[in-house]
């Protein structure tokens, strides 16, 4: 809401530093998210008159301009503009005006001819954002050539800060309404302005009708006679205003509607009491079928049910004595009934009208005005009467004959009586952690109208009709308590370190989460961040047959799935590094991927309007996942990557499975991991398929990308990965001994069973580990030569030579019962 | 039938036959202008037609045609077999058992990585609290209508639901599922489960991803990552809630940073209040970045709205609380002054490499 200070000014007397009103503006919870000065750097900014205009030698944008400047001497300017003549006024920035935005104004010299200053748009001048040529004063602007620019337009220099209100503040959406938080701040008194009372005479009731038949929605119809209306421009000061305000000037009658709704906060609707059929207002649901075409010239079907929840179509409209459907209620009129320049009689209507109706309509017509802005956050249903006045007061000013007549209509619909709420005894205390007397809190309260009283077990406080945002109950304290610590100033409030015995910490899954990026930031890895809505066609590269979660409303068409697996975006991130040449790079993601509720069992929740309805969620897996990207990282290097990982996190035996490969890996160089004693698979290791990084990389020489996919909700189930016990082992201070052990070793039987196989075998096994793989040669299709240094060792002995040949036997019988043959 | 296409069928079945003979795709490369090319007997075919009468070269040209489709369909089966035995061939020879491979025989260079700059920065914050005697707690990233909105007391076409632009996700009746704006959500599983188990009080903070539907400029994405308080327990005052954002912020941004509260609404808390923090441009002598008033706001919070406690079985009159929240990229952006956020999620190596 954009708030002048000079408008602020005339409700209560303020400081003269702009920097103070900010900041007690910013204290109340009125955000300042803005402050422009107008009418500055009109300094030496003066009316001149034209006096010749001359083409300049070689130039076609560009002439030479004499001017009276009221000096003794003319003028001499070169101008680009062509839209004035000989005898126009116009705005001459002379040498030395720094105009708004800085622009500095020097003689200059233009194809030979020197400049004295320069004649300025209206946008040069930050009047306005015409730019369309030199800003030609009105001729019947009575103007001297010399007189200072701001003199001959009455333009006074102003603030306008643009504040950020609350939705909780309907009151606050009105010039008065900030007004009166000022002064409560500055301590000083609220100022009236002018306000016409209704003529005597005959009574309205005889001229016009209101009939109210939807009184749960609508809380007040008043209905108002003008007679005696000249519609023409507004007073300068009243357009200078609303523009001020960030509105258009448009006719006295509109300009009067707006100024009231931007001071009072109580938007009015004029109609052409001519154009109304019977005179008479009526509010009412509007019935399916009905439409209505806006003032905006669009044509709207009314009551028909929205999508979202809770919209069942309800539309309030202001049909005529005829029945016909002229205006949407609180959000904009209809073109029928508009105000026009023949317009002599006035119907103004000024009401409160449901704010959760009206948040509705507003959301399902995509309509939303100045208007239901106010109406949907809460108007004051006691303003309106007096908003009238105000308005009637205003646009008096351009139409002397102007008369209000007499007892305008009011009829009263249902409203919510203001909240009564009472604090008990130091609850303001209490609940801020800060001494606050009670007297203190009731003269704040009472400052914004809130009426108070002491009872027996407290201050009982009732809010004022423009709060309609005050609860009752618990809720209600709060808000009561909230305007009191506001008001107060939330920088007095006290601070104070709360301690309690429970100790911080985090899961198990947070840690092991920050194991595994440990691990990988050890490895050479780079974290990335890929993006969670993707386009169909990626999700596709993966899962072809997956159902897809699409976001409704996405931001683009390729933004619109959610993603299904890690790997795309990470391999077209590792290619767009290729790209760039910065590629040689490992990346990991640790993020959430989504599965469709009717392929994955999914999550139940709560949900529905009232959360009444059970929905069934998304399934959330979080991955992580690594693409080995650097030259000569394969599929060799993902799996030592994986070892490093499953040592980092004790796991027992996770073992390497052959296993089909699903899309995006390669076909024969991809694997499960698979806990051994529980069967459940951990993740996937490997390499991407090279028919998918060969167009990703492009021309250049053929790369291998190494890939792991880690599933961290099996990985942080230690049913399902377990981890090795915490018992540390103290090894024995006698030397160990090791053999090596090759076996001819069947194509079927995995490195690591057979490795198992060997551990088990001796209580004096320390350890075993694969250190060669040979094919080929002597041994043959269908095996492979598996070496294995064996250590062993025994608690309280050096084990003597014979013990370790009879262990060498027991392994070899181990190797054998697998179908491993000693090489 | 007799004709220059007598003996189109066999011709075609000729060629069909020498198709299925082919093992390579260079063969077949180099055979295909012979089968369905100029030097296809197709072709010479094609040119005895010219003296036939119109009808009889139409019904010929026709038919001919169609044997040519039959053997151009032929070779392209053949090609994609050939395409698919090369791939099957190609693979089988790179065939890699990785139960086989030997951890000391894989080459590795040593070289530094880099955490995420968002990670490292929700582990740090997540440290300043855990150390304050905080739990870190999580929550989908899926949510209901319900959890996001209406039990924090937003109720569907509340005006403020404008304040956060909206993901829905094509679930449900319209509009009932989000991607969530907040990790609010969190708050409410946490003190239902609480209320549920009687393991109240709460001392939590919920770092997470969250949505909203905003252009990506330099200073906003449409996936950012916050991280919210939430304390329920008995006597839990205004004062404590300034406090505990006083001391977080000492102890993420630096002692001499002072904290401002100020003003504002939530429909989940009352009183509420924007914090702001001392400009960590300009220190606070005013510049651009804080518009010359030496602030920086920095995040939103305020006491437990008792509507909101209600919503979920906690009796308002026994227990009270706070919350609090703040981006986590946006922290980051602050530290490290970066200028365009959208470099977060290009996964430059350039950009990922400054961060340790």
């Known amino acids: ?823 | 039938m007799t004709g220059p296409l007598e003996n189109l069928d066999a011709v075609v079945n000729g060629l069909l036959g020498e198709v299925d003979t082919i093992a390579s795709i260079e063969e077949l490369d180099a055979r295909e202008p012979a089968l369905a090319g100029r030097r296809s007997p197709l072709a010479a075919l094609q040119k005895s037609l010219g003296g036939l009468d119109p009808d009889a070269r139409r019904d010929a040209g026709a038919r001919l045609q169609a044997a040519r489709a039959r053997v151009e369909a032929a070779i392209g089966d053949c090609r994609r077999r050939l395409a698919a035995a090369e791939r099957d061939r190609l693979l089988e020879a790179d065939r890699l058992d990785l139960g086989d491979v030997v951890t000391s025989t894989v080459p590795d260079t040593l070289r530094a990585g880099h955490p995420g700059l968002v990670a490292r920065t929700q582990a740090e914050l997540e440290d300043v609290f855990v150390a304050m005697g905080f739990r870190v707690a999580e929550g989908p990233e899926v949510e209901s209508d319900w959890y996001n909105f209406e039990a924090l007391n937003i109720p569907p076409a509340h005006p403020a639901r404008g304040m956060w632009d909206t993901f829905y996700v094509d679930l449900g009746e319209p509009e009932t599922v989000v991607l969530r704006t907040h990790t609010s959500p969190t708050q409410v599983h946490l003190m239902e489960t609480a209320v549920r188990d009687g393991s109240l009080p709460i001392h939590s903070v919920m770092p997470g991803r969250c949505y909203r539907r905003d252009t990506p400029d330099a200073r906003h994405l449409a996936a950012f990552h916050q991280v919210e308080g939430l304390v329920v327990d008995r006597g839990i005052t205004f004062a404590d809630l300034a406090g505990v954002i006083e001391t977080f912020t000492r102890a993420y941004f630096g002692t001499d940073v002072e904290t401002r509260l100020r003003p504002s609404y939530f429909p989940f808390t009352e009183p509420s209040a924007e914090f702001e923090i001392t400009c960590q441009i300009c220190h606070g002598t005013g510049c651009r970045t804080c518009s010359h008033t030496g602030w920086i706001e920095l995040g939103g919070c305020g006491m437990l709205d008792p509507a909101v406690l209600e919503a979920v079985g906690i009796d308002p009159d026994e227990w009270s609380g706070f919350a609090f929240g703040f981006g986590i990229d946006r922290c980051a952006q602050m530290r490290h002054e970066i200028a365009d956020m959208r470099a977060l999620t290009e996964n430059d190596a350039r950009f990922l490499e400054q961060f340790s």
């Not at chain 1, 004029?270 to 075409?293: C, H, I, K, M, Q």
């Not at chain 1, 004022?464 to 610590?485: C, F, K, L, M, N």
Request: net charge negative; hydrophobic share 45%; charged share 25%.
């Open chain 1, 1 to 823: 809401m954009r708030a002048p200070l000079s408008w602020l000014r005339e409700f209560v007397d303020l400081p003269d530093d702009v920097g103070v009103v900010r900041d007690a503006l910013d204290d109340l919870g009125l955000v300042v998210e803005g402050i422009e000065q107008v009418g500055e750097g009109l300094d030496h900014v003066v009316v001149a008159e034209v006096r010749e205009i001359h083409p300049i030698a070689g130039a076609d944008k560009i002439r030479r301009v004499v001017v009276d400047a009221g000096d003794p001497e003319p003028v001499e300017v070169v101008c680009g503009a062509w839209n004035f003549d000989v005898g126009d006024r116009v705005p001459l920035a002379r040498v030395g005006a720094v105009l708004p935005g800085g622009f500095e104004i020097a003689r200059r010299s233009m194809r030979g001819v020197v400049s004295n200053g320069m004649l300025c748009s209206s946008r040069e001048l930050g009047l306005s954002g015409d730019h369309r040529g030199l800003m030609v004063l009105d001729a019947e602007l009575v103007t001297t050539p010399g007189e200072d620019l701001r003199d001959a337009l009455g333009l006074a220099a102003d603030t306008v800060f643009d504040l950020s209100v609350g939705a909780n503040r309907p009151d606050a959406w009105s010039i008065r309404g900030v007004a009166r938080d000022l002064a409560i701040r500055f301590d000083r008194p609220m100022c009236d302005v002018a306000r016409r009372a209704p003529s005597s005479g005959s009574p309205t009731s005889e001229f016009a009708g209101a009939v109210l038949e939807a009184p749960d929605l609508c809380g007040r119809l008043t209905v108002s006679v003008l007679r005696g209306v000249r519609v023409g421009p507004s007073p300068a000061w009243i357009a200078r205003r609303l523009e001020l305000a960030g509105m258009r000037p448009i006719s006295n009658v509109v300009d009067a509607s707006n100024i009231v709704m931007l001071e009072l906060g109580q938007p009015t609707h004029p109609y052409d009491l001519d154009r109304v059929a019977g005179a008479t207002l009526r509010v009412r649901r509007a019935r399916p079928g009905e439409t209505l075409e806006t003032l905006d010239g669009v044509v709207r079907a009314l009551a028909q049910p929205g999508r979202g929840l809770g919209d069942t179509g309800e539309d309030v409209v202001i049909a005529d004595g005829e029945d016909r459907v002229i205006g949407l209620a609180g959000i904009m009129g209809g073109a029928a009934t508009e105000i026009s320049d023949a317009t002599t009689t006035v119907l103004l209507e000024a009401a409160h009208f449901d704010p959760m109706t009206i948040a509705r309509s507003v959301k399902r017509h995509g309509l939303r005005s100045e208007a239901s802005t106010r109406f949907e956050r809460g108007v004051d249903p006691e303003l309106a009467l007096e908003a009238v006045g105000r308005f009637v007061a205003i646009l008096a000013l351009s139409c002397p004959e102007l008369e209000w007549v007499a007892a305008p209509l009011d009829v009263r619909g249902e409203v919510a009586p203001p909240s009564r709420v009472v604090l008990r005894a130091g609850e303001v205390t209490r609940q801020l952690g800060t001494e606050i007397d009670d007297d203190v809190a009731r003269r704040l309260l009472e400052g914004l109208g809130f009426v108070t009283e002491v009872v027996e077990d407290g201050i009982a406080v009732t809010a004022p009709t423009s709060r309609p945002d005050v609860r009752t109950g618990a809720a209600g304290r709060a808000d009561v308590v909230e305007e009191v610590a506001r008001l107060y100033s939330y920088r007095k409030l006290a601070r104070r370190t709360p301690t309690w015995p429970s100790p911080g910490g985090m899961t198990d899954r947070q840690l092991l989460r920050r194991r595994l990026r440990d691990a990988l930031v050890g490895r050479g890895v780079l974290e990335a961040w890929t993006a969670t809505l993707v386009s169909e066609a990626q999700v596709r590269r993966t899962h072809p047959d997956a159902r897809l979660v699409r976001v409704t409303n996405p931001l683009a068409e390729d933004e619109a799935v959610l993603r299904t697996s890690l790997i795309p975006g990470l391999l077209d991130a590792w290619a767009r590094n290729v790209a760039r040449g910065t590629g040689d790079v490992r990346l990991a993601e640790l993020g959430v991927v989504f599965a469709h509720p009717d392929d994955a069992p999914g999550r139940f929740t709560r949900g529905g309007e009232g959360g009444h309805t059970t929905l069934a969620l998304p399934r959330e897996t979080e991955l992580l996942t690594v693409v080995l990207g650097q030259p000569g990282d394969d599929a060799r290097t993902a799996v030592a990557l994986w070892r490093v990982l499953a040592e980092r996190l004790r796991l027992e035996d996770v073992v390497v499975r052959a296993a089909p490969a699903p899309r995006e890996w390669h076909p024969t160089r991809s694997a499960e991991l698979v806990d051994r004693a529980s069967g459940v698979l951990v993740g996937r290791v490997g390499e991407a398929d090279p028919d998918v990084v060969a167009p990703l990389i492009g021309p250049v020489a053929p790369r291998r990308a190494g890939l792991l996919e880690i599933d961290l909700d099996v990985l942080s189930d230690p049913a399902s990965a377990r981890r090795r016990p915490d018992g540390a082992i103290v090894p024995s201070r006698f030397p160990s001994a090791s053999i090596d052990l090759a076996f001819v070793t069947p194509a079927g039987v995995p490195a690591a069973d057979l490795a198992n196989a060997l551990r088990g075998a001796s209580d004096l096994v320390e350890r075993v580990e694969l250190f060669d793989v040979y094919r080929g040669g002597a041994i043959g299709e269908g095996a492979r030569s598996l070496a294995y240094a064996v250590r062993m060792s025994a608690a309280d002995r050096t084990l003597s030579e014979g013990e370790v040949a009879q262990a060498r036997d027991v392994l070899i019988a181990a190797g054998e019962r697998l179908g491993a043959r000693l090489r």
